[in-house]
């Protein structure tokens, strides 16, 4: 089952447009302003769903879950391909964080419920950090095809398209999973049953003050970093106007080139930093401790960055956006690992897509307002305002690491 956990997260990640959503979205004549807007209409489409999403796969079938997730990501694709304008991109969006609301949560607690059944729970950092690192590879795989695709085609669209073939894949995997990963649904609650299930997350949430702690985080990493990550893109894009060894070549090639090369090291890195996220616990005598480091060192990575950004000195700021890469996929397996220590398994996949939520809202709060920041406030900086992603991101990271303190392990809720 490991070997189709890894192949889940392998295919799911050939989307070969992710290195270029946002370049495809300035090549169409959009802004910072918009673009922050389109994320927000994707997280805000993916809050409507998250948790309700979550209940569904916990009493309807997960297998099912996942299956809906992989057709609405199709049907984005297909628009995606297409659209010219903020208005056409705006249901590819949202299709798409119909996508995201039914697969986040769903496959973990698949794992989870596996392990629970081998009697292997111990081993949840370093089977759930292995599978990531595969979803990591196989977003490797999908940076070489997808620059050679731009390069060669010198058009976005092409990604797109080619990405919805894993995708048909993926729905043809889940068929051959094994009903017992289902969980305990057996697709005949009712509505009055799947809001039983949702209040008793909930309650779980709000009663359970480590969980209500270890959602915080989730808003103040994953949310922020989230929206951080997309500037990435426009970065590269500036490095690569500079960069004399790519003169030869016509400015969408280079930067095609450039932002493969950077993706691609990027994966590569968080592969091994998935993996290998069970030694950092094991060094530091837990997962609580190994992400307390983890928060240390993306607050020293926000506060070199803003100053870097200010004046221009791009790639060193990219050197340092990579390794917070690395340090993003140290923190996952342990965080989602923290949250199995306070939940039950009949509750699983809707606590994490409590979380979700949870990071979504923040990326969708703060998409918008960065973009705006971006396009005006920030304009001072030699990089145009990107200093102020990481101004923003150091200031949450450092409100985290002052209000951060050990959670002492819990037993796990009956």
Do not use: C
């Not at 890469?325 to 140290?330: G, R, S, T």
């Not at 220590?341 to 307002?369: C, H, R, W, Y």
């Not at 973009?371 to 923003?392: R, S, Y």
């Amino acid at each position: 089952m490991i070997f189709r956990f890894s192949l889940y997260g392998f295919l799911k990640n050939q989307r070969y447009f992710e290195p270029f959503l946002v370049l495809n979205f300035l090549d169409k004549g959009l802004d910072y302003t918009a673009i922050g807007f389109l994320v927000a209409i994707r997280e805000f489409a993916a809050n409507l769903m998250e948790i309700p999403s979550g209940a569904v796969a916990d009493l309807f079938g997960r297998r099912r879950a996942m299956i809906t997730s992989f057709v609405a990501y199709i049907a984005s694709f297909l628009i995606f391909a297409s659209a010219r304008s903020f208005w056409e991109f705006a249901p590819a969006m949202v299709l798409y964080a119909v996508g995201d609301a039914f697969r986040t949560g769903t496959h973990k607690a698949m794992i989870f419920s596996w392990l629970r059944e081998e009697g292997r729970l111990d081993e949840k950092t370093r089977v759930y950090g292995f599978t990531r690192s595969w979803s990591k590879l196989g977003s490797a795989l999908s940076i070489v095809v997808a620059t050679a695709l731009v390069v060669w085609l010198e058009e976005y669209r092409w990604v797109f398209w080619l990405s919805i073939v894993p995708y048909v894949a993926g729905i043809a995997k889940f068929l051959a999973y094994p009903a017992s990963l289902d969980g305990d649904g057996d697709g005949s609650a009712s509505p009055r049953e799947v809001v039983r299930h949702l209040q008793h997350a909930f309650g779980d949430v709000l009663r359970i003050p480590h969980l209500r702690r270890l959602v915080a985080e989730s808003m103040g990493f994953e949310g922020v970093f989230k929206v951080a990550k997309d500037y990435l893109q426009p970065m590269v894009q500036q490095a690569a106007l500079a960069l004399p060894l790519l003169a030869a070549l016509a400015q969408d090639k280079r930067t095609a080139v450039l932002v493969g090369v950077v993706y691609l090291l990027v994966n590569l890195l968080a592969a091994w930093a998935s993996r290998n996220s069970h030694r950092l616990a094991a060094w530091r005598g837990g997962e609580e401790a190994g992400v307390r480091v983890v928060w240390l060192g993306m607050l020293g990575g926000y506060v070199v960055m803003a100053p870097l950004l200010y004046f221009g000195r791009t790639f060193a700021a990219i050197a340092v956006f990579i390794l917070m890469h690395l340090l993003q996929n140290l923190f996952r397996p342990m965080h989602v690992s923290r949250f199995d220590e306070f939940s039950d398994d009949a509750s699983g996949a809707t606590i994490l897509s409590v979380e979700n939520q949870a990071k979504g809202i923040a990326a969708m709060v703060l998409a918008p307002a960065v973009g705006w920041l971006v396009d005006t406030v920030g304009v001072g900086g030699e990089n145009g305002g990107f200093w102020v992603v990481a101004a923003v991101g150091a200031g949450l990271a450092l409100l985290m690491v002052l209000t951060g303190g050990r959670i002492r392990t819990a037993s796990r809720p009956r």
